[in-house]
């Protein structure tokens, strides 16, 4: 069983950045691809971007590539979220959630199916608003 807890969601203004940290429970932090996820009110949550186990290997949608930033540390099990650029598209609750799929990096866009994630977070909302 993972236990994740979101945190560094907020109100910033278009142009701004935000921070978000996942901290999970339990020892097996490093089996999970760790994946970050958002939903917009009226619409269907949709994949950001995810991170291999070790670190190694990351995954990002078209549309926040460039802006967002993935990282995690295994020995803290914390997976985080640098979001620069902000627009208010971004606007949504994030979600992160833990995978126990194992996919070799030509296959990384596969972890964009949330099925596939078996713990999730509660979600932080996001709001960039002038």
């Known amino acids: 069983q993972v236990q994740l807890v979101e945190s560094g969601g907020g109100l910033v203004q278009p142009g701004g950045s935000l921070r978000l940290s996942c901290a999970a429970s339990?020892?097996?932090?490093?089996?999970?691809?760790m994946g970050w996820f958002r939903q917009a009110p009226g619409k269907e949550r949709e994949f950001v971007v995810v991170?291999?186990?070790?670190?190694?290997?990351?995954y990002y949608a078209d549309s926040v590539k460039g802006r967002f930033t993935i990282s995690r540390d295994n020995a803290k099990n914390t997976v985080y979220l640098q979001m620069n650029s902000l627009k208010p598209e971004d606007t949504a609750v994030y979600y992160c959630?833990?995978?126990?799929?194992?996919?070799?990096?030509?296959?990384?866009?596969?972890?964009?199916?949330?099925?596939?994630?078996?713990?999730w977070g509660q979600g932080t909302q996001v709001t960039v608003s002038s």
């Open positions: 991170i291999r186990h070790t670190g190694g290997s990351t």
């Open positions: 959630a833990a995978s126990r799929g194992l996919y070799s990096d030509s296959n990384l866009r596969l972890y964009s199916n949330l099925r596939l994630y078996d713990y």
């Open positions: 339990g020892r097996t932090f490093s089996s999970y691809a």
